[in-house]
């Protein structure tokens, strides 16, 4: 190929790269002459996207690719009230603001993430008003009566619409997830209420309903003592609290469900009864141990002599304790060798005393007792005997009468002889 060929070729490709290179020139010049013209055209009240540069405490550098860089105060980075910058937002974040101002002489751009958020919280928080669809928030702020969220707008959780349970002291739950529904909506004044309590309550049904078809009258589970009342303990069978009835605690009398147990003891409990309509679990722990009635014939012997304690006085005797869960009746005829007209005159509640066994059927659960076989019988009473100087003068000048300590006594003929001779001879 001669030289001047391969010349015209080069020059032909030098000519291409330039026309190539000035093309692009030409679209870097049309792009930076749009942006240019549509920074020019910014202004107060647009919409801008950017991406967060740098954070200090109480703002945000957002670049959006104007000559200098636009500025989120900390108050128009959330609805809620923030200690800093950096719990709303974080560097490399892409965020979507409004225009607030703009004053080039101060090289000031002044931008509103809140107003952003605000207006597209309220499309989503009326669908989920409207749904009633549970969501998740993080609590931005305790306040005097409940909790603050971001929710776009500023979400407020009343103390009583946080928990199914009463909660005193809310300090630590800042910064917690929690999951609630809309139950009030006012956008006109900017109100949303919110509640995490029936979100629980909803959950809590649920689970009671599978865990109560999972249980069975009869058998015997582990559970957990949550609240203790004057009639009885609730206690939590797998997140469901049944309840044991102040009777079904123990074997023996109980007074109160407190002097027996104790909120968390771990008790074993069987099911005595569910009902799933009512959303009602009876349950008993006595139930789930040993009665006293199935070990008494090792304890209990006829004709022992054992200490026990009377419980309950009736009229017709009393019922003595002689272990815990076992009592026997000592018939009012057993209570004493005297005769006495009720057991209240010689007997009280709580008293001890010892008793003798007559009587042992541990299949019918009874027990006769008697406490006068633990006692000597007194000695009959004896009768005072007459005065010799007080007997009449012809019974005692008479060698025929007998005198005893029973008193004085005759016979017929000693007392009428002479009389039943006229009768002899008739």
Not at 78 to 96: C, H, K, R, T, Y
Not at 324 to 346: A, D, N
């Amino acid at each position: 190929m001669s030289e001047e060929i391969r010349n015209q070729e080069a020059a032909e490709n030098n000519e291409s790269v330039e026309a190539v290179d000035s093309a692009a020139s030409n679209q870097e010049e049309i792009a930076s002459q749009d942006a240019l013209e549509q920074i020019i055209s910014l202004k107060k009240g647009d919409t801008v996207k950017g991406t967060i540069v740098k954070i200090e405490d109480n703002q945000a550098y957002v670049s959006i690719g104007y000559k200098y860089d636009g500025v989120i105060p900390i108050r128009e980075l959330s609805s809620v009230q923030l200690d800093n910058a950096a719990s709303a937002v974080e560097v490399g974040q892409e965020v979507e603001c409004k225009v607030v101002s703009i004053n080039d002489n101060k090289e000031s751009l002044v931008l509103s993430k809140r107003a952003v958020d605000s207006e597209k919280s309220w499309d989503d928080l009326e669908k989920y008003y409207n749904s009633q669809e549970s969501f998740e928030v993080t609590v931005a702020d305790v306040v005097k009566g409940g909790l603050v969220a971001d929710v776009g707008a500023r979400g407020f959780i009343p103390a009583s619409m946080v928990e199914r349970h009463f909660v005193e002291d809310f300090s630590d739950y800042k910064g917690r997830t929690l999951r609630v529904k809309v139950k009030e909506l006012d956008r006109e004044n900017g109100k949303v209420i919110l509640s995490a309590k029936e979100v629980l309550e909803e959950e809590f049904e649920a689970n009671k309903q599978r865990i109560m078809a999972e249980l069975t009258e009869g058998e015997i589970i582990e559970g957990t003592v949550q609240r203790l009342t004057q009639f009885g303990a609730f206690v939590d069978v797998g997140g469901v609290d049944g309840l044991v009835h102040v009777s079904e605690i123990a074997w023996s009398h109980v007074d109160k469900p407190s002097d027996v147990i104790s909120e968390g003891d771990k008790v074993r409990v069987k099911v005595l009864k569910v009902d799933p309509e009512k959303g009602k679990i009876s349950l008993s722990i006595k139930a789930a141990t040993p009665g006293p009635w199935d070990t008494a014939s090792d304890k209990i012997h006829i004709g022992d002599v054992v200490t026990g304690e009377v419980k309950r006085l009736v009229n017709f005797g009393a019922f003595v304790e002689l272990f815990p869960g076992v009592e026997g009746l000592v018939h009012i005829s057993q209570i004493s060798h005297k005769h006495i007209g009720t057991p209240h005159e010689v007997l009280k509640e709580g008293q001890e005393v010892q008793v003798k066994v007559l009587d042992f059927n541990p299949s019918e659960k009874r027990v006769s007792l008697s406490i006068k076989e633990t006692e000597e019988a007194p000695a009959p009473a004896a009768k005072p005997e007459r005065s010799r100087d007080r007997a009449p003068k012809e019974v005692l000048d008479n060698p025929n009468v007998s005198l005893s300590n029973q008193g004085l006594s005759f016979t017929l003929a000693e007392r009428f002889g002479d009389k039943l001779d006229k009768f002899k001879g008739k």
